[in-house]
């Protein structure tokens, strides 16, 4: 078996960044940068988006169809805009933008992010222990 470090050749992890990209602050395409598994793990978080959104909007549309057409109906109907727009936004919205949008909501809100997340993780906690 061949040893590549010892006989000089890099190994495979270091040929992913080409060497024209090195240290010149140049973004490369996610096929560059984390190879096939990062390329995989893109399109099944692309999936899964566009599961959600389509499961919101049915949601979204069960809320419309539900709600009289009166003023009582507005929790229902509020409730029914906010999954339709946060639909809109998983549809229009690429995983790597939505990165981008929560690394900005955590800078401006920290503490708020925190609790939210100590929240999720004692609620998911308490799921996994009741398996």
């Known amino acids: 078996m061949e040893n590549s ?3 000089g050749t890099p ?3 270091e040929e992913a960044v080409p060497a024209s990209a090195e240290g010149t602050g140049t973004v490369l ?3 560059e940068k984390t190879g096939v598994a990062g390329v995989a793990v893109r399109e099944a978080l692309d999936s ?3 599961q959600m ?3 919101m909007s049915r949601a979204s549309d069960y809320l419309y169809s539900q709600a009289p057409a009166r003023a009582s109906a507005a929790p229902p109907n509020r409730m029914a805009d906010s999954l339709d727009r946060a639909a809109n936004y998983l549809r229009a919205t690429p995983v790597e933008e939505m990165a981008e949008d929560v690394a ?3 800078r401006h809100y920290p503490a708020q992010f925190l609790a939210a ?3 999720v993780g004692i609620a ?3 799921a996994l222990k009741r398996r």
Do not use: D, F, H, N
Request: no cysteine.
């Open 48 to 50: 899964l988006r566009l």
């Open 5 to 7: 470090i010892l006989e």
């Open 104 to 106: 900005e909501v955590v």
């Open 29 to 31: 395409p996610a096929t």
């Open 11 to 13: 190994p495979a992890w």
């Open 53 to 55: 959104a389509g499961g």
């Open 117 to 119: 997340a100590l929240i």
């Open 124 to 126: 998911l906690g308490a």
